[in-house]
Antibody
Framework: EVQLVESGGGLIQPGGSLRLSCAAS????????MTWVRQSPGKGLEWVAI???????SYVDSVKGRFAISRDTSKNTLYLQMNSLRAEDTAVYFC???????????WGQGTLVTVSS | QSVLTQPPSVSGAPGQRVTISCTGS?????????VHWYQQLPGTAPKVLIY???NRPSGVPDRFSGSKSGTSASLAITGLQAEDEADYYC???????????FGTGTKVTVL
């Protein structure tokens, strides 16, 4: 059974850093396209970052230079390093697998990041 | 501000048919990129409802159907049921932004 479990969210002050983790089971992270999608409270979905199976990464403009997506093959885990956090980064962060045919086909339950002083 | 525009809300009585539009442009839907639809029940993660514009994953009732024309796509729900109350999002890829994009989202209310 495919499962994605996020962790690492919490309350952080503006300008701070946080690293989110997404532990995967039932498939191999490194041979799939893996993404982070966020949802601000009461708002819609926003794609944040992707790491392709070959290792190439891409980000939405609003997080470029501040966020970094990575993976650990030995732990079958996806990460999102978030630096220079802003209030507008407050959101539930979901990790999701991107299938080339079916879209974002598997999602985690999400982890809440709150940026506030 | 999303490049895929959806109506904020639609509603219908049980058994009725409702449609949700997703208006894009020549750099996303109009460029031929796939359109997918997701259902998000309150407090849960989104779930794929329609993929590749018109296909349903196993387990999704055939009351849900997708279509595409030009720079827009649509999701139709026929025989509306109380359990269909949720938020619905379209999603595609935008070549101008080099970014995966979601629609603004539509809340479906069953009267």
């Amino acid at each position: 059974e495919v499962q994605l479990v996020e962790s690492g969210g919490g309350l952080i002050q503006p300008g701070g850093s946080l690293r989110l983790s997404c532990a995967a089971s039932g498939f191999t992270v490194s041979t799939n396209y893996m993404t982070w999608v966020r949802q601000s409270p009461g708002k819609g979905l926003e794609w944040v970052a992707i790491i392709y199976s070959g290792g190439t990464t891409s980000y939405v403009d609003s997080v470029k230079g501040r966020f970094a997506i990575s993976r650990d093959t030995s732990k079958n885990t996806l990460y999102l390093q978030m630096n220079s956090l802003r209030a507008e980064d407050t959101a539930v962060y979901f990790c999701a697998r991107l299938d080339t045919i079916m879209g974002f086909d598997y999602w985690g339950q999400g982890t809440l990041v709150t940026v506030s002083s | 501000q999303s490049v895929l525009t959806q109506p904020p809300s639609v509603s219908g009585a049980p058994g009725q048919r409702v449609t949700i539009s997703c208006t894009g442009s020549s750099s996303n839907i109009g460029a031929g990129y796939d359109v997918h639809w997701y259902q998000q029940l309150p407090g849960t993660a989104p779930k794929v409802l329609i993929y590749g514009k018109i296909n349903r994953p196993s387990g999704v009732p055939d009351r849900f159907s997708g279509s595409k024309s030009g720079t827009s796509a649509s999701l139709a729900i026929t025989g509306l049921q109380a359990e269909d109350e949720a938020d619905y999002y379209c999603q595609s890829y935008d070549s101008s932004l080099s970014s995966y994009v979601f629609g603004t989202g539509t809340k479906v209310t069953v009267l």
